[in-house]
């Protein structure tokens, strides 16, 4: 839910008109807005870059995931966590162009944790993916950028924890 339709269902359900603090918040909404929806292009257009680094940082810090009886041994487990890897970018994207956590937790977090746990992929493991993703996103945008980028990945990661 936008921070529009959350002042707006807030001040309803109170009968009431929305707050000064409550109008802040909405103009700030819309004055980030062309930054949020600029890197949410830019993340998207360079998904293929930025899964190619973080898998390779996460490979490197931790081999045992792609050695014999790892969770991303073989061709199939590898390319399933780079499927991964390319929907948790794309749930930041939805992020960024919300403005808010709710389209991350609503689509791809409900569940995903007890998915994992069921697969018998070691969660500190999908923290580790999702900071290497982190990583490799942040390194295309500047400082400005990266502050209003990087939350939505240390959501993700929280979650995940």
Do not use: H
Not at 4 to 27: F, M, N, T
Not at 144 to 161: K, L, N
């Amino acid at each position: 839910m936008t921070v529009v339709s959350q002042v707006i269902l807030k001040a309803d359900d109170d009968l009431r008109y929305p707050s000064s603090g409550e109008l802040q918040s909405i103009k700030d909404f819309f004055n980030t807005g062309e930054m949020r929806l600029e890197i949410a292009m830019m993340l998207a257009e360079n998904e293929k870059k930025i899964v190619d680094r973080a898998s390779k940082s996460l490979w490197k810090k931790r081999p045992d995931f792609i050695a014999p009886g790892g969770n991303a041994y073989g061709q199939k487990q590898r390319n399933q966590c780079l499927r991964d890897f390319g929907w948790y970018l794309r749930l930041v994207t939805y992020g960024l162009i919300a403005g808010d956590t709710d389209p991350i937790e609503k689509i791809g977090l409900i569940g995903a944790r007890e998915m994992y746990n069921a697969l018998g992929v070691p969660m500190p493991g999908m923290v580790e993916s999702i900071r290497c993703l982190k990583d490799a996103s942040l390194q295309l945008l500047n400082e400005s950028q990266a502050a209003i980028a990087g939350p939505y990945f240390d959501y993700i990661a929280q979650y995940m924890s």
